[in-house]
Each structure stands twice: as structure tokens, then as C-alpha cells.
């Protein structure tokens, strides 16, 4: 068969194909009219010079149409795939267009000049999911409008929310931080959170749990002080009474200022000597309660070598510093206490001597 003369011919334009398989009636369809590809090979020459039956394996060129010569259907059929090439010897790899028994599959861009019908969704809003299926939110995008958005405060292409895309202002409903008023009534709010800053409250702070302290440091609590009432049964309660105190109700028991020990020298000196020299060969300490430590002193300087531990008991102690168990006529000696705790109330330092 000779094709078309290189170069081109006017005087073949719109003419019959080089190669014509012939009329066929309507009713020959459907049927293979060129076998490209022939599954059954054995099949076809056990035939003879007749037509073997065609085979869904088969790969060829048609016509799927019957009843009617002038509406021939055209029909171009593979059991793997059909593919379309454009500038490719047909790698099988980088073909255009591919149609598969499961999928319709473009690798280039497809442009519609008139309506899509897509069967089997909702009416509704098309979305795109992450996976890139086309589906209808069922739900209408809306009525009205201008047309397709271009941009979104300046930015272009897929646009999400970020920060300052609204101000407080615009947001229905919506209080700025300065100004937040919650709904009166109980409120809850769960998990963990932090403030930065101060927190004042207008009423009382009710905690089912402990008060810890978290940061480095020492703490406080400064607050006003007036007239406290005794704790509620089974309770205990802290504060500032009337005086500025600091008090206690131990086990709804009476309000009761806490006492504080001062490890200050608090009496300047306890004792005058008034009489003649003598020498001090016995220091005793005696307490009611709790722990303390003591030491006297001569002249101005400490008396004993080591501080004294008092006892309840009492505690003596013998270790003087050089010279300083003598007591002129006229010396003074002081007291000093150098650390106390628990429930001091009384202590008694009492020393033996012998006169010179």
C-alpha cells in the first residue's frame, strides 16, 4: 500500500484511507475490524482463512455500534491499558493519557470548553481531599458574590490563617485581654496553666490542693491585718490579728499570737558585780521546752569557750575562755542567746563561783 508522496498532494485531501477494510453492515458490529495484538495465535490458524472469534485479551481497532449505518462507533480496545504518546516512541512509562480497568489517568494539564457532568455526588460545594479526590461537601458555596477570590490580606495561592489576620474588633462577641469579663457562675478549667503575671482576685481562694512553690528564692505573703475569728471545727487557720501579728487558731482553738525568739543580746548584763573579785567555775542552763543555745559574757566578750546546749534537764559547762572566768569587782556580765526554737518559754542561767 503506498501511502501519501512526500511533500503532500492538494488532490489527495479528504479522500478514503490508504487502507480500507470495506463496508460492513450494521449488523456486523460490534466487532475487531484490525487485531493488534492477538492472544489466541493458534486459535486464528486453526481457522484457516477464516475469522477466529476475538478474545478479551486481544488488543484492536473496531467498531462497537449495531442496527444502524450511520452512527459506527468507533472502539479501541487492550485488556491491560490504552495509552496515548505525544513526541515518545511509546516507553510504556512516559505516556500522556492512560486508561486502566480501574482508572482514567491524565500527566497532562485537561481543559473542558463546556459543562462537566460528574455523577454520583451531592449537590453541593466540590473539595479537593489530601489525597486529591474530588467530592461535594453536600453543602451550597453560597449565593451572590463577585466571582473567584483572587487574595486574602495580600496573600496569594492556597491561603491559610495566620496570626493578626483579625483584630478583636471584628470578631463578634469577642473582648480584648484588658477587658475579659467571664459569666457570672461556676466556672472549671482543667489541666495545668501558668500566669506571668499577677492574679488578683476579688474574692476568696478556695484550693483543694497544696500552695508549692516552684521558683528559686524566698517567698512571702503581705497582706492587711484586723480582728481574726477562731477556725471552723477540725480546721486551722494563719493570719494577722488586730495588732499586726502573726497568729494562729490551732484546731478551732482560740486565736493565739505566735511566738517569736530573738537570738539578739537581749539583757545587756544580767548580773553586776558589786562585791569582790571572784572566779566563775560553773556555767548552768536550764529550759522548759524546745532548744537553745547560750553563752554569758565578760566585759563585753564570750565567757564560755563553746556556746552552752541548754537541756531541760539542765546543762553545765566548765570551758572558759582564757581570763575570762575571773569577774573583777564592778565587770558586768551579759547574756547572750545565740539560737532558740520550738516552745521556749523560760530559760534559767544561773553560775557557782569562788570568791578570791
Not at 209 to 229: K, R
Request: charged share 10%.
Amino acid at each position: 500500500m503506498a501511502g501519501a508522496p512526500v511533500g503532500g498532494n492538494a488532490a489527495l485531501q479528504n479522500l478514503k484511507g490508504v487502507l480500507n477494510v470495506g463496508g460492513n453492515s450494521a449488523t456486523t458490529g460490534p466487532t475487531h475490524l484490525i487485531t493488534l495484538f492477538d492472544f489466541e495465535p493458534d486459535k486464528s490458524a486453526a481457522y484457516g482463512s477464516s475469522r477466529a472469534p476475538n478474545s478479551i485479551h486481544d488488543t484492536f481497532i473496531g467498531i462497537d455500534s449495531s442496527n444502524t449505518n450511520t452512527t459506527v462507533g468507533l472502539s479501541l480496545g487492550s485488556y491491560g491499558s490504552i495509552s496515548q504518546y505525544i513526541a515518545n516512541n511509546g516507553d510504556g512509562t512516559n505516556w500522556l493519557e492512560r486508561l486502566t480497568a480501574t482508572l482514567k489517568e491524565f500527566k497532562t494539564a485537561a481543559k473542558f470548553d463546556g459543562t462537566v457532568t460528574i455523577a454520583g455526588l451531592a449537590a453541593g460545594c466540590l473539595n479537593i481531599s489530601s489525597t486529591g479526590l474530588v467530592g461535594s461537601t453536600g453543602v451550597a458555596c453560597g449565593a451572590g458574590g463577585g466571582g473567584a477570590v483572587s487574595s486574602v490580606f495580600g496573600r496569594t495561592g492556597a491561603v491559610v490563617a495566620a496570626n493578626g489576620d483579625y483584630s478583636v474588633s471584628q470578631v463578634t462577641g469577642a473582648a480584648a485581654d484588658s477587658a475579659v469579663v467571664h459569666n457570672t457562675g461556676t466556672e472549671k478549667i482543667a489541666g495545668a496553666k501558668t500566669f506571668s503575671n499577677d492574679v488578683s482576685l476579688s474574692g476568696n481562694l478556695n484550693i483543694a490542693g497544696n500552695i508549692v512553690q516552684t521558683g528559686s528564692g524566698a517567698w512571702n505573703v503581705e497582706g492587711a491585718y484586723g480582728t481574726m475569728t477562731a477556725a471552723a471545727a477540725g480546721k486551722s487557720k494563719i493570719g494577722f490579728t488586730s495588732n499586726g501579728k502573726l497568729a494562729v487558731s490551732e484546731n478551732a482553738g482560740a486565736v493565739t499570737e505566735v511566738a517569736k525568739n530573738s537570738t539578739a543580746l537581749q539583757v545587756p548584763s544580767i548580773y553586776v558585780n558589786r562585791a569582790a573579785a571572784f572566779h566563775i567555775v560553773e556555767v548552768y542552763c536550764e529550759i522548759d521546752a524546745g532548744s537553745m543555745t547560750v553563752n554569758l559574757q565578760n566585759a563585753g566578750a564570750n565567757l564560755l569557750s563553746s556556746d552552752l546546749a541548754c537541756s531541760t534537764s539542765g546543762a553545765t559547762s566548765s570551758s572558759f575562755v582564757s581570763g575570762k572566768d575571773a569577774v573583777a569587782s564592778g565587770v558586768k556580765i551579759g547574756h547572750v542567746t545565740v539560737s532558740a526554737s520550738g516552745s521556749v518559754h523560760r530559760v534559767n542561767v544561773v553560775v557557782k563561783y569562788t570568791v578570791d
